[in-house]
Nanobody, 113 residues
Framework: VQFVESGGGLVQPGGSLRLSCAASGFTFSNFAMGWYRQAPGKQREWVASIQTSSNTGYVDSVKGRFAISRDTAKNTMYLQMNSLKPEDTAIYYC????????WGQGTQVSVSS
């Protein structure tokens, strides 16, 4: 099982980013997937998840700003992040939901003016 996250970067408050997660080593379409993040000095937290039915869920702090999606043909999951805030600064990871096994290296998202 492998996850490769990409798309992070440095943006100003109010900006947008689109993260991608390329998954391999398992049958992607059979599993719920999730995005997680870890801010400096804090524990990793769940951000968003998408079921095989495409039902989605979000932590309250990102509702209305972030949108999770998946493309089963490409074994890829996405996280569209809009109206970014400094408190969104973190390393973002993807995994099966609930998370299992090893984590990828993540992608750094930094929101600062």
């Amino acid at each position: 099982v492998q996850f490769v996250e990409s798309g992070g970067g440095l943006v100003q408050p109010g900006g947008s980013l689109r993260l991608s997660c390329a998954a391999s080593g398992f049958t992607f379409s059979n599993f719920a997937m999730g995005w997680y993040r870890q801010a400096p000095g804090k524990q990793r937290e769940w951000v968003a998840s998408i079921q095989t039915s495409s039902n989605t869920g979000y932590v309250d702090s990102v509702k209305g700003r972030f949108a999770i999606s998946r493309d089963t043909a490409k074994n890829t999951m996405y996280l569209q992040m809009n109206s970014l805030k400094p408190e969104d600064t973190a390393i973002y990871y993807c995994n099966i939901h609930p998370p299992w096994g090893n984590w990828g290296q993540g992608t750094q998202v930094s929101v600062s003016s």
